[in-house]
């Protein structure tokens, strides 16, 4: 899996090269089947949009759980 911006510190989701419907997209995460991190909470809503410093905003929970791990 390639990871857009490495620098972000995001962990390697494994996603493989399965795509879903675009038509018929997953509920919540759109990467939840096929994320070897999936929490349940991630099938049921999207991730919220956290802003980057940098610019951007990145949509995970590990990225989420992340920086609340760095503020603490
Ligand atoms: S929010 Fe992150 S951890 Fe959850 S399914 Fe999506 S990519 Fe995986």
């Known amino acids: 899996?390639?990871?857009p911006e490495p620098e972000l510190g995001v962990p390697d989701a494994h996603l493989g090269i399965a795509f879903p419907n675009p038509l018929d997209p997953p509920s919540g995460c759109t990467f939840h089947p096929?994320?070897?991190?999936?929490?349940p909470l991630c099938s049921r809503t999207a991730p919220r949009p956290i802003p980057r410093?940098?610019?951007?905003?990145?949509?995970?929970?590990?990225?989420?759980?992340?920086?609340a791990d760095r503020a603490a």
């Open 1 to 3: 899996m390639l990871t």
């Open 34 to 39: 096929r994320c070897v991190h999936a929490m």
């Open 53 to 67: 410093a940098a610019g951007g905003h990145v949509e995970c929970r590990l990225y989420e759980q992340a920086q």
